[in-house]
T-cell receptor, first 113, second 115 residues
């Protein structure tokens, strides 16, 4: 049973526009969420996180929104740049523990010049 | 420079052979992890270790073995019992930050091809 779902395998946007990547979860015990970015043949790198006590967290061009009632989070990238082209993984944990991160399957973002 | 190293980057083996993937970290993290990534499958946890000389099975441990004799090192052995060993293997480490942290730090990965 997939507890973290990224229903869009891929997304294509134009440079300068907004990219919105979505993530849904089913486990109501999840209270800490992270986004990772991964280039081909490299390890994922941390992008941004959010605790369940917040509904928004911003870091430069990246903003994560959390809707607890809908068990949904989204990552907004504004403006999108070609270097943002990568696979984005959503991950969740219980009690903020790093020991058991549950990952989604990822969304491939392509930003076209 | 602190980080996680995995070697080699690419590894080729014949079917029926065991192979060990290396993972070393100098971040002073207590916990270490092994994942495999297959196309369209995301990251699946193989084994993890919260402390030296202790480790737990993840979601897909069958056909794999690990050891954790040193804090810095967490090698993964892919045995001949693993039915589909060809994959991209990722090692990670972390502290248990209690929710204020950056989660797990990943190495660059090892692409294992078994023919």
């Amino acid at each position: 049973d997939q507890q973290v779902k990224q229903n869009s395998p891929s997304l294509s946007v134009q440079e300068g526009r907004i990219s919105i990547l979505n993530c849904d979860y089913t486990n109501s015990m999840f209270d800490y969420f992270l986004w990772y970015k991964k280039y081909p043949a490299e390890g994922p790198t941390f992008l941004i996180s959010i605790s369940s006590i917040k509904d928004k967290n911003e870091d430069g061009r990246f903003t994560v929104f959390l809707n607890k009632s809908a068990k949904h989070l989204s990552l907004h990238i504004v403006p999108s740049q070609p270097g943002d082209s990568a696979v984005y993984f959503c991950a969740a944990s219980v009690s903020g523990s790093n020991y058991k991160l549950t990952f989604g399957k990822g969304t491939l973002l392509t930003v076209n010049p | 420079d602190g980080g996680i190293t995995q070697s080699p980057k690419y590894l080729f083996r014949k079917e029926g052979q065991n192979v060990t993937l290396s993972c070393e970290q100098n971040l002073n993290h207590d916990a270490m992890y092994w994942y495999r990534q297959d196309p369209g499958q995301g990251l699946r946890l193989i084994y993890y270790s919260q402390i030296v000389n202790d480790f737990q099975k993840g979601d897909i441990a069958e056909g794999y073995s690990v050891s954790r004799e040193k804090k810095e090192s967490f090698p993964l052995t892919v045995t001949s019992a693993q039915k589909n060993p060809t994959a991209f293997y990722l090692c990670a480490s972390s502290i248990d930050s209690g929710g204020a942290g950056r989660g797990q730090y990943f190495g660059p990965g090892t692409r294992l091809t078994v023919t």
